[in-house]
Structure formats: structure tokens, C-alpha cells
T-cell receptor, first 112, second 110 residues
Framework: DTAVSQTPKYLVTQMGNDKSIKCEQN?????MYWYKQDSKKFLKIMFS???????INETVPNRFSPKSPDKAHLNLHINSLELGDSAVYFC???????????FGQGTRLTVV | GQQVMQIPQYQHVQEGEDFTTYCNSS?????IQWYKQRPGGHPVFLIQ?????EVKKQKRLTFQFGEAKKNSSLHITATQTTDVGTYFC??????????FGAGTILRVKS
């Protein structure tokens, strides 16, 4: 069983579209995250969700919205996609806030 | 804001040579974590250091946390082709979020 799974693995879409990436963890962790990895491999945290409290990174455009239906899921919805949104998006979870993180396989988003 | 600098950006070594990557924070850290990402893969947690001056070993990997808790290093002895990938440090300041360094890409020539 995959500990942190996210779908889809690849996503190609046109500018202006709205898309969602799903993430599920079966580790029983209280904390989940979304990270963005750009073409230069730089990893930047977007959101942390800890015990039902959402911690928003102030540098993330409000076109990005996380949604957590329950503790095991943290989905990422993106409105009005732009070319600059192209990147690999990683979901992760950890037992506590900013402790050892387990990453999903990543979703490579390409906006054309 | 908190910044974490990591050097070198790239390192190409001959198999069997040693490798070191360094991480420096602009602020004192509560802890530092190290991750490895294989090409095309996802980051995988290696270790967390919490105490000032802490040294931890995992087989050929040695991790150090500076006395001032502002710098850290990862040293690999006698690299193997399986060591290739990008090594990231990630530092957490007190009460702050985790900030990743830019990573060091390691290539090993056999």
C-alpha cells in the first residue's frame, strides 16, 4: 500500500482552466502539506494543514485552494491556470507539524 | 524571512570519492532535516537533527548540526552509483515553517 498517494501523476491542461489534484494518506498523520517544485528543483511549501487548521503560505496566489474532506485527504484546487503554474506538485504528510515528512509521488502539471 | 542556503549546487564525483553538501541558515534553527530525491522521484526523508553539535551516522552517510544550530552538513563516504540524486536540507526556525534549501545535485561517475 502506498503511504501517500496523489492523482493524477501527469496533468496537461490549457491556460484558464480549473483543475484539481487529489491526495490521500493512510499513515494516520494529523498533518498534510502541498509543496511546489519548480523547474530548478526548488521545493517550496504552499499549505500546511494541521489538526483541521489550515496554515496558508502568504506567497501562494488565491487561485490555489486546498480542501480537506477529512484528516486523510488534502486536495488542491487551482482556478484559472497560468503558464507559470507548470511545476511538479507534491503532497506530503507527517505525524506532527513540520516533523518527518512522507511525500507522494508528485503530479507534473503542464499548462499550455 | 528565514533563508536556508545550500552549497554546492552540483557535484560530480568519481565512484569511490567522498561527497559533502553544506547548509546554512540565516536564523537559529530548532531542527534541520535532510531529504534525498532520486531523478524523477519524490523527496525521501533521511534524518532529523535537533541538538546543538549533534552528529548522526547512517552507514556511509554522516550528518552534522552546528554548535550554533545555524548550519549543517551531509557527508557521504566512498560514493556509489546508488547515491545519485538531489540532497535537500530543510530547516525549521522556532515557531516557523520548514524551509528547504535549493538542493545539491550529486552525479557519480562509475
Amino acid at each position: 500500500d502506498t503511504a501517500v498517494s496523489q492523482t493524477p501523476k501527469y496533468l496537461v491542461t490549457q491556460m484558464g482552466n480549473d483543475k484539481s489534484i487529489k491526495c490521500e494518506q493512510n499513515l494516520g498523520h494529523d498533518t498534510m502539506y502541498w509543496y511546489k517544485q519548480d523547474s530548478k528543483k526548488f521545493l517550496k511549501i504552499m499549505f500546511s494543514y494541521n489538526n483541521k487548521e489550515l496554515i496558508i503560505n502568504e506567497t501562494v496566489p488565491n487561485r490555489f485552494s486546498p480542501k480537506s474532506p477529512d484528516k486523510a485527504h488534502l486536495n488542491l484546487h487551482i482556478n484559472s491556470l497560468e503558464l507559470g503554474d507548470s511545476a511538479v506538485y507534491f503532497c506530503a504528510s507527517s505525524p506532527g507539524l513540520y516533523t518527518e515528512a512522507f511525500f507522494g509521488q508528485g503530479t507534473r502539471l503542464t499548462v499550455v | 524571512g528565514q533563508q536556508v542556503m545550500q552549497i554546492p549546487q552540483y557535484q560530480h564525483v568519481q565512484e569511490g570519492e567522498d561527497f559533502t553538501t553544506y547548509c546554512n541558515s540565516s536564523t537559529t534553527l530548532s531542527n534541520i532535516q535532510w531529504y534525498k530525491q532520486r531523478p524523477g522521484g519524490h523527496p525521501v526523508f533521511l534524518i532529523q537533527l535537533v541538538k546543538s553539535g549533534e552528529v548522526k551516522k547512517q552507514k556511509r552517510l554522516t550528518f552534522q548540526f552546528g554548535e550554533a544550530k545555524k548550519n549543517s552538513s551531509l557527508h557521504i563516504t566512498a560514493t556509489q552509483t546508488t547515491d545519485v540524486g538531489t540532497y535537500f536540507c530543510a530547516g525549521q526556525g522556532y515557531g516557523n515553517k520548514l524551509v528547504f534549501g535549493a538542493g545539491t545535485i550529486l552525479r557519480v561517475k562509475s
